[in-house]
């Protein structure tokens, strides 16, 4: 397996009761995984788990056969080589497309930053628009270049907190089709949380499903949603 949780165990400061008890999984190279559960059920503070925003009271999370958190290590978030795209963007409003894109591409000369910006934004379709700023964008392009951003760097694996949710209906089906073809596409090992069932059914290869922060079924979606 590409991902290795085992054990993970976290509680929030003050909290009475742990937010993550006992996580585990395996994921594939390549595998787009759905986090599915209500709010509250701890899917987010997965991600902030696997991104090092967090650090957890116990587990294993190996990267590539790679120990990044267990009882004796601690990577930190800049040395993780993971990917994140946050559920309102955060995109950098005073930055065009362009800057806000090549802002995580530390480690490339000028002409390398320019060749992946053209990548990208061939990759989601916002070619022509690397001069613009975030607000002269609609919601579907803001999202489009949050997406290139994340995957510019070529990260080992990308995490996901709730794309959708800032979109209106009709646009989260087109949007929905798009982001799927772009994970086939790259071929990066992903990890997405949502609360919404046709969010997973679209997109995830397997679905866990997460209840107070305990797994309580895990599958491929046409198993987990029958209905």
């Known amino acids: 397996m590409f991902l290795k949780i085992e054990g993970l165990k976290f509680r929030y400061k003050n909290a009475k009761e742990e937010t993550i008890k006992d996580f585990s999984i395996d994921i594939n190279k390549g595998e787009t995984i759905s986090i599915f559960g209500e709010s509250g059920s701890g899917k987010s503070t997965i ?70 910006l053209q990548e990208v934004l061939d990759l989601v379709n916002l070619t022509g628009l690397k001069s613009r700023y975030p607000y002269e964008l609609s919601g579907g392009q803001q999202q489009r270049v949050a997406l290139a951003r994340a995957l510019a760097p070529k990260p080992s694996i990308l995490l996901l907190d709730e794309p959708f949710s800032n979109l209106d209906t009709d646009l989260q089906t087109k949007i929905r089709k798009e982001l799927k073809k772009i994970l086939n596409k790259t071929k990066i090992t992903s990890i997405f949380v949502t609360h919404d069932r046709e969010d997973s059914k679209s997109i995830a290869d397997r679905v866990i499903v997460l209840n107070q922060g305990k797994i309580i079924e895990k599958g491929k979606p046409k198993d987990i949603f029958k209905s």
């Open 47 to 116: 991600l902030r788990l696997l991104a090092g925003l967090e650090m957890p009271s116990s587990g294993l999370i190996k990267i590539d056969n790679d120990i990044i958190v267990n009882d004796k290590n601690f990577v930190l978030p800049e040395k993780r080589d993971v990917g994140m795209f946050f559920q309102d963007y955060a995109l950098f409003p005073h930055m065009t497309v362009a800057k806000n894109i090549k802002f995580g591409l530390k480690h490339m000369n000028k002409k390398q930053k320019n060749h992946r």
